[in-house]
């Protein structure tokens, strides 16, 4: 994990769950944290992500100290946690504000990089500035606890696309608060590397997230990225592409590979993860050059 000329990887929360997925009750993962810490790190990681509900169930059962602790003695560099919805509306304070307060406990205790949240389901709201003062409320929070908010734009919900998110960062106007850049929601949303280029800076962008696609939507749009994404390189996605776009923005923090898939569910944790760091790592433009034939 510390070879500088090698891209540092992190697997972003679902790569790592074994069973479990976005949506189901609850989401916490059937293999046990410390398993799955062992099976990250032998499988080269420099980090990991954990979702609220396995979060939930790490503070009832080890404890947050405890944790942070495995995590220092694997030699893991970044941790991510999440989600956060509904803090826009303050009616649903009842649901969210307790979520968030576990979540900043976890990012402060175990040095997560950033809290990343998201916005609901349906269609690209028309007017993103009423999401400006909760997003700068969270972010003083976050920011108090030593720890960042992180948006992630999705095609199917009311922040939906890069430029879009972009844009409302410009109107936060706060460094501790970015975006998470999936590959798989810029895809979908119909955003070109170009588009992303001109309107993304680096600063903005505190997480990436690599994956692939098949050109052919299967079901509805949440369907298909929590069921049929596709491993780095074996689908349509110019993988190669956007990390190179990234990289030549200027981004130079580590590698999310967020991968989602019924296949990928069903395979041994290590295999799963062996996968998906191998199929991600061949896609960056140094190890695609040192691998065409002379």
Not at 38 to 57: M, Q, R
Not at 176 to 188: A, I
Not at 251 to 268: A, D, F, T
């Amino acid at each position: 994990m510390n070879d500088a000329s090698v891209p540092e990887l992190v697997a972003s929360c679902w790569t790592s769950a074994g069973d479990a997925a976005p949506m189901r009750k609850p989401e916490t993962s059937p293999v046990p944290i410390a398993d799955r810490l062992e099976a990250l790190a032998s499988t080269g990681w420099a980090g990991f992500g954990l979702v609220y509900d396995d979060l939930v169930e790490a503070k009832a059962t080890m404890g947050f100290r405890a944790l942070r602790k495995l995590i220092d003695e694997a030699g893991f560099r970044y941790i991510e946690v999440e989600l956060l919805s509904d803090w826009w509306d303050e009616e649903l304070l009842y649901n969210w504000r307790p979520r968030f307060d576990l979540l900043l406990d976890a990012a402060e205790t175990l040095g997560a990089r950033f809290i990343k949240v998201g916005t609901a389901f349906g269609e690209p709201a028309a007017d993103l500035s009423v999401f400006v003062d909760p997003l700068r409320r969270l972010t003083a929070e976050a920011k108090a606890r030593g720890t960042r908010i992180a948006l992630e734009p999705i095609p199917f919900t009311a922040v939906s696309s890069i430029p879009a998110a972009a844009d409302l960062m410009r109107l936060v106007g706060m460094p501790e608060c970015g975006l998470v850049v999936d590959y798989w929601h810029v895809y979908r949303a119909g955003t070109t590397l170009e588009e992303v280029a001109a309107s993304v800076t680096a600063d903005q962008i505190f997480g990436v997230e690599l994956n692939d696609a098949d050109d052919e939507i299967r079901g509805t749009l949440f369907e298909d990225t929590r069921d049929n994404r596709r491993l780095c390189g074996e689908g349509d996605q110019d993988v190669t592409g956007f990390i190179r776009t990234l990289q030549e923005l200027g981004y130079e923090g580590p590698w999310g590979v967020e991968i989602l898939s019924n296949e990928h569910r069903k395979l041994p944790v290590r295999d799963a993860l062996k996968a998906a760091y191998s199929t991600a790592l061949a896609c960056f433009p140094a190890q695609v050059a040192h691998a065409q034939p002379v």
